[in-house]
């Protein structure tokens, strides 16, 4: 079971030296009081103004003046070359909390997949997985609460991914020319077909 917080990030260049020294503190505390691993996952992309410009088209379209369409035309040609030619980046970050069954230290990720589509499923393995899911379930809240607790303390702001979320971060991370031409549909767009 995985988890992915998106943290806020802060401009640690403007803080003062006793606001960073604090602020490093409290971050090698929460590093030193975590008694399971974590993954930090710092993403680089390009900024992407598709939805802005959107924006700025509707209020384009309600504007009277003339002048003020072809001022706003002129501006949203210059922020799109301003982003394609300064390659303008924006940086997100992410924790991963992992929560692991004890079963799945003891043999390998293909074959615990393989037990699970197994026709030889039995009523009793099903609510045994059930009850084990629940259980690794209040675990992964815990880890949760402690890691949003000791962030909010850092004064930076927390975000837990939704399925949706996380499926688009993978599809961005993985596809990243293709992401910028087709975007990810919302998940209750998108249909399976047998």
Do not use: C, W
């Not at 993403?43 to 924006?55: F, G, P, T, W």
């Not at 940086?91 to 909390?97: G, L, Q, R």
């Not at 197994?118 to 890691?147: C, G, Y």
């Amino acid at each position: 079971i995985r988890a992915i917080l998106q943290i806020g990030a802060v401009n640690f260049n403007l803080k003062s030296e006793p606001e960073q020294e604090a602020l490093i503190r409290r971050l090698q505390q929460f590093v030193n009081a975590l008694d399971f691993p974590v993954q930090i996952l710092v993403q680089s992309r390009k900024l992407d103004i598709d939805q802005y410009l959107a924006e700025l088209k509707l209020k384009r379209k309600d504007l009277k003046s003339p002048l003020l369409q072809e001022q706003m035309a002129d501006y949203m040609s210059y922020i799109t070359r301003l982003v394609e030619f300064a390659d303008i980046m924006e940086k997100h970050f992410f924790i991963v909390i992992p929560v692991n069954p004890a079963r799945a230290e003891k043999k390998g990720m293909l074959s615990d997949f393989l037990s699970y589509i197994t026709p030889d499923d039995t009523a009793v393995e099903v609510i045994k997985r059930r009850n084990e899911f629940l259980q690794l379930k209040k675990e992964m809240d815990t880890r949760l609460s402690v890691i949003m607790t000791a962030i909010d303390g850092m004064g930076l702001l927390t975000n837990r991914l939704t399925t949706a979320e996380i499926i688009e971060l993978y599809y961005e991370l993985y596809n990243p020319t293709l992401a910028r031409r087709q975007k990810f549909q919302s998940i209750e767009d998108l249909s399976v077909t047998s």
